[in-house]
């Protein structure tokens, strides 16, 4: 089984996180941040992962410290899920439309980390949330599952909506990234009978 279980204590937060890559879309989701539960039972949804976490922050002060660290804790998974990453497609891209919104989301899980956030958001927050802890969301992913990532806004006005189809999309580019490669069904024993 391609799964990981992470727990991560620091002064800001206590986490744990469980993950299966050959889920089926199921999400218990409780960050203490209602818009990110929203955003990764829509990740979770699109990614067909299964995904669980709880997380108690510093959410008196704001939610930095517990987006950052889910992040981390999402990219630990990740990795560990994969292993040595053999027998996968390695690769994802998806283009996502939501209403006036267009988000591409490409992805290549080479080992080396990279960023490329070109995401303009016309809101500095969305509720309570403020939206730039979606960049730091993905760095700390990215530098805890090594990869190229990049997510740019083609279109958008509703901050909420280029949000939204940023993680639905990384949910459908990941999905396809670590797919098993059928040019290799071997190489991933834990996934026989997937293919």
């Known amino acids: 089984m391609r799964t ?19 889920g089926t879309g199921k999400a218990e989701i409780a960050t203490g941040c209602g818009f990110l539960d929203h955003m990764l039972e829509l990740f979770t949804r699109h990614g067909d992962f299964d995904l669980s976490v709880v997380c108690h922050g510093d959410v008196q002060v704001d939610y930095h410290h517990s987006v950052e660290d889910i992040g981390i804790c ?19 891209q998806f283009l996502l439309p ?23 958001l016309p809101a500095a927050k969305v509720g309570d949330f403020d939206t730039e ?16 990532l990049h997510i740019r806004k083609v279109e958008g006005e509703n901050t909420h909506h280029i949000l939204e189809a940023v993680f639905k999309g990384m949910g459908r580019t990941l999905k396809g ?7 290799h069904p071997d190489e991933i024993p834990s996934t026989k009978g997937l293919l």
Not at 4 to 22: P, Y
Not at 98 to 120: H, I, Q
């Open 133 to 148: 802890l979606a960049k730091e969301f993905f760095l700390g992913f990215v530098r805890n599952c090594p990869g190229s």
């Open 4 to 22: 990981a279980s992470i727990q991560r204590n620091t002064g800001e937060t206590q986490i744990q996180l469980t993950l299966n890559l050959d």
């Open 74 to 92: 999402l990219g630990k998974a990740f990795q560990e899920a994969l292993g040595d990453k053999r027998g996968i497609v390695r690769y994802g």
């Open 98 to 120: 939501m209403d006036e919104t267009l988000v591409l989301c490409a992805v290549d899980l080479s080992g080396r980390d990279y960023l490329g956030w070109a995401v303009d």
């Open 177 to 183: 990234a670590v797919a098993p490669d059928p040019r």
